[in-house]
Nanobody
């Protein structure tokens, strides 16, 4: 199973950016998917999550400026960020709780994408 993130880049303050992350491989089902970020010298923190049923959760810092969504048929999660600030600069990681089928059971694991750099600067 792999998570492939894309969409990062350089954006000016006040601008918008859209990230996407697709899961591939031998997937039985996907529960929650989400985005986290890690700025230099800081711990990784939650940005937003979304369950398979569409229930969303956001960090307070981005709650009014972002929207997470997913396409279950494509195993893909999206993050739209608006009114970006320099403090949003970080490496953004996608995450997914994925169930795989083994020979004897269904097992759930936590998977991470490779990270995509978002830089907000003029």
């Amino acid at each position: 199973v792999q998570l492939q993130a894309s969409g990062g880049g350089l954006v000016q303050p006040g601008g918008s950016l859209s990230l996407s992350c697709s899961a591939s491989g031998s997937i039985f089902s996907i529960n929650a998917m989400g985005w986290y970020r890690q700025a230099p010298g800081k711990q990784r923190e939650l940005v937003a999550t979304i369950t398979s049923g569409g229930y969303t959760n956001y960090a307070d810092s981005l709650k009014d400026r972002s929207a997470i969504s997913r396409d279950n048929a494509k195993n893909t999660v999206y993050l739209q960020m608006n009114s970006l600030k320099p403090e949003d600069t970080a490496v953004y990681y996608c995450n997914a709780e994925i169930t795989i089928a083994t020979m004897t059971a269904l097992e759930e694991y936590d998977y991470w994408g490779q990270g995509t750099q978002v830089t907000v600067s003029s």
